[in-house]
């Protein structure tokens, strides 16, 4: 469903859409989004959101290279699929330049979208002063004084724009998810997980949004047949798992995580770093931390397991 930009939705100009859909006959045309709109409306905001789902996001990218970027990326091994470029008015004579650019863009069978963000001269002079930083075009004025000055520039800009978002009544993570439900891929994870072994011995991982402790379970460095060999080998895996409490705990753990994960989600948190900790990093945390990512995986939940320690002894 479309709405209209008061309630905060989308909107396409005549013509554009046609002659985007003209453009993504290929599989492997990439797609470029441009990002602009009023300073203070969001447009940090809305980059970040698209690194999160994997897009190469360029700020302040001269127009004159967003073409050459594009076709680089295409070009590529592997090929960068998702490109945005965040432009703003910091670059002054950046719009005559960047009408010709999407010109190139386009006709080099780059499928491009141009996202303007807008608020209100409101909520734009509330956000300017409560960061307490100037307009970039107020001057000597005031902020409402820069404001009313840039939309005279960005005009021409706003009216050509594939989509439209009204940001005055949006928080930055409700912009962030609402960015995130129109340029997502369906299977885009809704959050990636970097789960860890590591140590305690060596330190705590500093960069660790949840930290497990399984130096309860018995160590196999003290089994000399096993001393030597790690938690990636199947007798130490058998025997760590094999363990009172040691599956019990992965399954409840994973369960444990599950409102975690979510919450994150809904904060639009998209990355977490799990840790999981035993004396040396080598046998127990590396075998948990196998099995653990085995149940974490799916549901809109990406995985990806390193072993900090993993040959440091």
Known sequence: MTTTPEANGPTEPEGRAEHRAEQTGSATTSELLIITGMSGAGRSTAAKAL???GWYVVDNLPPQLIAELAMLAGSAEPRVRRIAV???VRGRSFFSALADAVSTAENSGIRTRLLFLDATNETLVRRFESVRRPHPLQGDGAPLDGIRAERKVMGELRGNADTLIDTSRLNVHELASKIIAMFGDEGDPAIRILLMSFGFKYGLPLDADQVADVRFLPNPFWVPELRTHNGLDADVAD???GQEGAAEFVDRYALALQPVLAGYVRENKRY?????GCTGGKHRSVAITELLAQK?????VAVTAVHRDLGRE
Do not use: M, R, S
């Not at 977490?272 to 999981?276: N, P, S």
């Not at 974490?296 to 809109?300: F, P, Q, R, V, Y």
């Open 239 to 241: 025997y760590v798992l």
């Open 51 to 53: 690194e999160d789902l």
């Open 86 to 88: 965040a432009v703003d």
């Open 272 to 276: 977490a770093t799990i840790a999981v």
């Open 296 to 300: 974490l995986e799916g549901d809109g």
